[in-house]
């Protein structure tokens, strides 16, 4: 009797054993170097090398006004706080993020499908594409807790299932970042790597990652072999203002002790031709709130 | 029948009341303009007016290499660590100061000692001067945790006896301090005021206050208006380089993601003239590793 079993192919197989393994990335990062704008080509060549693009402005005054309003109103609606897709501190129970905003909300349905943003995007994933995550971050003054070195990608990879790092995410701010008050910092060149994570991915593992991560977390000496290499980039700047983002950059924040808070809109865009499958290191996949199977373009 | 009650006089009390009050400092912040050095006119008026100062290189690469092998070695001591002058990170167990070490350490009783500190701290403050209080502190990578904004001074006063800020640190770098590794930031300008705690001293607070501050903590409203009009200055610098400071300087440190740790020796120097008494709001002075009454003149 011959067995036949259907083995998918797993470009970047991860949480399979007890090692972190680092290996090179198999996929171009911009996909499209052709099209007439709305990125330059320097800027396509920056975020190639770097991983990352800032854009100075992207919301106007009165745009940024009414984000902020929103906000404010959202972490003080106590149905909002109540539902699954917001995640509170850990210790003070404050808000720390709301997901699924490019659905539940006009204001940021809205923002998602922007030309601005989904133009960006289309160029340098070289097609359309769809909101695979959105999500307010807040960061309180005071109590805002760190966030470890991570790639979302091996995240969306093993426990959303999308097939190649042919992703992007849009943080926009809507407080100024500086230095001191736990803004983004990433590995400038790291997402040319794919970092293979230790360990399995527990039960439920969503649960906790969003507050603390766990599972899919690099080992101490290879974020220190990276750090070493690509050093540290603080990415600083004032409200409106946006940064651009590989899905396989590695990228960190720290925690916040000074009494500005640090509040961003983030949004994961996904190639549709990258569209999510079975998880490839996990039982099941996230929730739709975290991870959409809603493909269909932005923008459009 | 007459009762007669020695009253101490207090100019700077604190933890008294239910509220957070801020008023002006009453002592001078530079003792002696006169001196012909080695701090300048310059640097005498820059710390005068921000409450702190920069020394660069002030360890020669070898005296530095010694300070750090020494500091690997005693933290990686068994009895240093059991010793009730080591404090460990509260979730990690790794050791995050050791304390005393101008006493029990021949390395650096001679750096506590040594003129380049002592000749630039008796001149801001204006006599000989003794040491109140030495340590080291370890920041260690991926786990250093953060340490809240407060005025030392308020915690001298309350607890160690200290009557007037008439006192300066200074912390000796000896890993660089980049803006994303927990650095030193400070409220300049913000030494010229004395926050009167809320609140009164629980009994040994000061085993809880080394990792995490409670008492003697300015509450919210006074800290961010506080940054709102001092501003924050986040202290860089490569190792080897120092920081002095005013006792009253508002400070504090966020937490450390990145892979780089940091460490400093930190040591206080109080003048002779402003020796500690009876604690101002506590039932008994610290322990003698962390608050000295042996007021013998350093450097001498």
Redesign the interface.
């Known amino acids: 009797m011959t067995t036949q079993v259907n083995v998918r192919q797993d470009a970047y197989p991860t949480r399979d054993s007890d090692y972190t393994t680092v290996v090179d990335r198999h996929d171009p990062v911009v996909h499209d170097w052709d099209s007439a704008g709305p990125l330059s080509v320097q800027e396509l060549q920056s975020y190639d090398a770097t991983g990352y693009l800032t854009i100075h402005e992207l919301l106007s005054p009165e745009e940024l006004q009414q984000c902020r309003d929103e906000l404010q109103r959202l972490a003080q609606d106590s149905d909002v706080k109540a539902d699954e897709a917001t995640v509170t501190e850990a210790e003070s129970n404050e808000v720390r993020s709301i997901f699924n905003i490019h659905r539940t909300n006009a204001i940021f349905k809205k923002l998602a499908n922007d030309p601005r943003l989904v133009r960006r995007v289309e160029q340098i994933l070289g097609s359309k594409v769809y909101v695979h995550q959105s999500r307010i971050n807040y960061k309180p003054?005071?109590v805002g807790k760190?966030?470890?070195?991570h790639s979302d990608f091996e995240t969306w990879h093993a426990e959303d299932g999308l097939p190649t790092p042919r992703a992007a995410s849009i943080s926009i701010s809507l407080t100024d970042n500086?230095?001191?008050n736990?803004p983004l910092?990433t590995m400038p060149g790291s997402h040319k790597k794919y970092v293979r994570c230790a360990g399995g991915t527990p039960e439920d593992n969503y649960k906790k990652s969003l507050v603390m991560q766990g599972a899919g977390v690099p080992d101490?000496a290879t974020?220190?072999e990276f750090?070493?290499n690509y050093g540290?980039d603080?990415l600083e700047g004032p409200a409106g203002g946006a940064i651009i983002f590989d899905s396989n950059c590695m990228h960190?924040?720290?925690?916040?002790?000074?009494?500005?808070s640090r509040s961003n809109i983030f949004l994961v865009y996904n190639s549709v031709e990258n569209t999510a499958e079975e998880p490839f290191a996990a039982a099941s996949p996230r929730p739709e709130f975290i991870g959409s199977t809603d493909f269909t373009p932005a923008g459009d």
Request: no cysteine.
């Open positions: 003054g005071f760190e966030f470890g070195w500086y230095s001191f736990g910092m101490r974020l220190t750090a070493d540290i603080v960190a924040s720290n925690g916040n002790v000074t009494p500005y």
